[in-house]
């Protein structure tokens, strides 16, 4: 199956011939794939192709032997998932040296000898979902709902620092501790201190590897000249074997020193909760409405957060429905997808146009579903801090957008007290007596622009 796809893959680009050529259903090629993910024997770290081909869609260029010069880079600064290597950028700078520890990447991959690799922590439990490259396209990617993280694009979405900071280690270890619950994401919490360290280690490792890696597919599709002959190379030859090209140096340098600062940065990045203290904030989800209405001052509270969460302000009801029930807007799609999709004018839902991509390996693309909150399952964390920067700084990558806080009511955006009102009435909402209104069958529009644009 693989090797025909393959063959049908360089054989024809456009993917209107495909169907026409080869006469097979879209459909039944979708349902093909999805249970056909690339072949992975050995430890190895797949070529991101999903990318590469989004970015010479978008340029109009083949890069594919680009992409092929791009893992040598890789091989160079990284090592290979047999043997991991620190990149000598970071070892060679005081401010970076510490980033990466080689002894916990080796432990984490089973390149360490005295842990055999089917026993070493991200190969035993993580690469079935996540794959060796960190991809989220392992082996039992395609059945999970919503899939597996891909790490490379350098974006985690539950941690204590804003919107589109790097993470600390420490949330990661929490993800990986408590999993992401209501997801696929399991707890780990039989593995030791030390395997959780490596672990977490190991995926900052490969989610600096990915990025490194989209970077140079972006670079080589907009600033090389891959038409001269010979066209421009990451690369070149020496002494029969490839090395890293010394023209390029210079733009690989800078990009690994914007890796290495947003990871170093990332403690500078907290997000800052104060609990105000001139209203009363839930310590915990209650147990009953009950312990709601018992306090007057608390009660005003969530009412005044549900008046938020359905009135225009917030909107929050436009994507998670007017009860909550996650049943408003439940037709967007996360960015992972979006960047290959919607993006670049590709139409996710059109079975035909989609096929390209996943012959290189994406996933048939799936809708993000906005949460229920009559459930009382969160993936970020369930004290009031925890949805406090949810609130704030939304999920990033995914359309749950950040809050704009502002100092009165007469600016768009919300007060930083309503952003706790908000939080009091998340935290209330499944205790809170139904009926919880079930939303209109047409989807409700898009809703206003109180987020805070995402800055890159
Ligand atoms: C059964 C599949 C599966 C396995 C096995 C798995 N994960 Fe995940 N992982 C997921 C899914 C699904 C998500 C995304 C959940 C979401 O976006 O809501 C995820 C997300 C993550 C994230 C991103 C968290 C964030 O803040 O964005 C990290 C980090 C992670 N996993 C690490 C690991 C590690 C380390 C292991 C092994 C110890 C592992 N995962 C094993 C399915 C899996
Ligand atoms: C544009 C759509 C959209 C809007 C507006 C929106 N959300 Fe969300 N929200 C989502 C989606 C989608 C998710 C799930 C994201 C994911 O799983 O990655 C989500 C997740 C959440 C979560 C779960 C966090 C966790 O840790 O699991 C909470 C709580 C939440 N939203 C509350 C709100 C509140 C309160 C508002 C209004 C201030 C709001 N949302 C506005 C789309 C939206």
Redesign the pocket.
Known sequence: MNTILVAVEFTVKANSKLVALFGLGALSLLGALGCEPPTQTGPKFLANRVYSLKAGTQNEVELDPTLADIQVVLDEYFGTAAEPKIPKFFADNSDFAQLLDLEKLKRACGADPSIPRVES??V???????AWEGS?R?P??AG??????D?RAG?????TTVRLAK?LKS??AK??RY??A?????A?DK?TETELND??E??VYLSMRGELERKMIDYAATEFDLSANPPTRWVKEEGGKLIVNPEQQETLDGFMEEIATAWHEANNNLIVVAKPTDMPVLEKAPVSWDEVTGNAELLASVNRGKELFIGQAAVCSSCHGPGGLGDGRTTDY?DWTKEWTARINVDPTDAEAVIPFLLRGALPPKTIKPRNLREGVY??GKTPEDIYRRLRHGIPY?PMPAITTVASNDEPGLMEKDLWHLVNYVLAMPVEPKPWPVAPATPAAPPAPVAEEAAE
């Open positions: 922590v991200y035993k439990n993580c690469i079935n979902c996540h989220g392992g039992g990617s999970v709902d919503p899939y597996p993280r790490f974006v985690f979405k539950y941690k993470p949330d990661l993800t990986v999993g992401l209501g997801s696929g994401m399991g780990y593995i672990v977490v190991y995926v996360d993936r970020g995914a």
